[in-house]
């Protein structure tokens, strides 16, 4: 028997589409997931500019980014200019859960926005630190760098938050007050991440280079430039068994079983019954600290 999609998900044509390799996730399941969640996701993602990850066979077929406007993303999609080194481009946001829908019709899986607001791209107002496991890294080992970041930040006088990625990682976020430039937020990171990797070199390392990371915590800090993104609170990952973005309250990444934690069913059970578990984020304006 063929699945018949939601009312409030008439825009979306095959809805029965198998999106994800080893999921019986549906084009209308992941529709219908993006509107049960809408309140914990949008506050990370409208109003941001975008990249998003379209898979228009399903993650088990060819995905691809894709961050610049199209008129054929839907009514709901808009477009912003910024500039570019080939000069000004339209990139693309969404104010609300319809834009998301329209780029759910497009087969949009996953949501990666920018670390600043379309109102005033060129001030950020976030510090993202990618906790990314080299092999041989066990998953409890991510869970104390994690600790160590949070706990290290604090001695900069900044709080933060915390989210499983989806993958094998853990992102610890960071709200600023907006005023520091790109260029600023970009080095306060570096010298943070570098500062952790020499004080720990046998645990953490801060450069991408693949041979010295087997064995570490890899501190990404390079999503810290203008025009990178992290993926967004509650996005799903275009992966084998449909896996999802979760922010945590901290008290609770411990309890995380080996990554991936959370796959669709699971993700939309969790925000239906818990609180929001970064409350008070948006409202926690931190000052960057000075060089």
């Known amino acids: 028997m063929k699945r018949k999609p939601a009312a409030d998900n ?4 095959h809805p029965d589409r198998i999106m994800f390799d080893g999921s019986a996730c549906t084009k209308g399941d992941v529709a219908d997931y993006y509107r049960a969640v809408a309140r914990w996701l949008l506050p990370g993602l409208a109003g941001r500019p975008l990249s998003v990850v379209r898979c228009p066979g399903g993650s088990q077929d060819d995905c691809f980014f894709q961050k610049h406007h199209a008129d054929s993303l839907g009514d709901d999609v808009h477009p912003i200019a910024l500039e570019q080194k080939s000069g000004p481009a ?6 609300d859960i319809e834009g998301v829908i329209d780029l759910v019709q497009m087969n949009t899986l996953e949501f990666h926005p920018w670390s600043a607001r379309v109102d005033d791209p060129e001030q950020p107002d976030q510090l993202v630190f990618d906790l990314d496991p080299g092999d041989g890294v066990r998953w ?3 869970v104390a760098a994690a600790r160590d970041v949070r706990a290290r930040l604090r001695r900069e006088g900044l709080e933060s938050f915390v989210r499983v990625t989806g993958g094998k990682g853990v992102h610890v976020v960071v709200p600023i007050a907006r005023g520091p430039s790109w260029d600023r937020v970009r080095g306060f990171c570096d010298a943070f991440a570098n500062a952790m990797a020499e004080r720990a070199p046998e645990r953490y390392v801060a450069t991408m280079s693949k041979a010295r990371r087997p064995g570490k915590v890899f501190i990404d800090w390079l999503r810290n430039a203008r025009g990178s ?19 945590l309250r901290w008290d ?24 929001d578990p970064w409350e ?7 000052p960057l600290p000075k060089p």
Do not use: C, E, H, M
């Open 280 to 286: 008070g984020f948006d409202d926690l304006k931190q």
């Open 229 to 247: 993104t992290s993926v967004a609170s509650w996005s799903l990952r275009a992966r084998k068994g449909a896996p999802v973005a979760v922010p």
């Open 140 to 142: 409890p080992a991510v």
């Open 90 to 95: 339209n990139y693309l946001y969404v104010d």
């Open 252 to 275: 609770d990444l411990g309890r995380v079983g080996k990554p991936p934690a959370f796959d669709l069913p699971a993700a939309k059970r969790r925000a239906a019954r818990r609180k």
């Open 10 to 13: 008439a825009r979306i044509t």
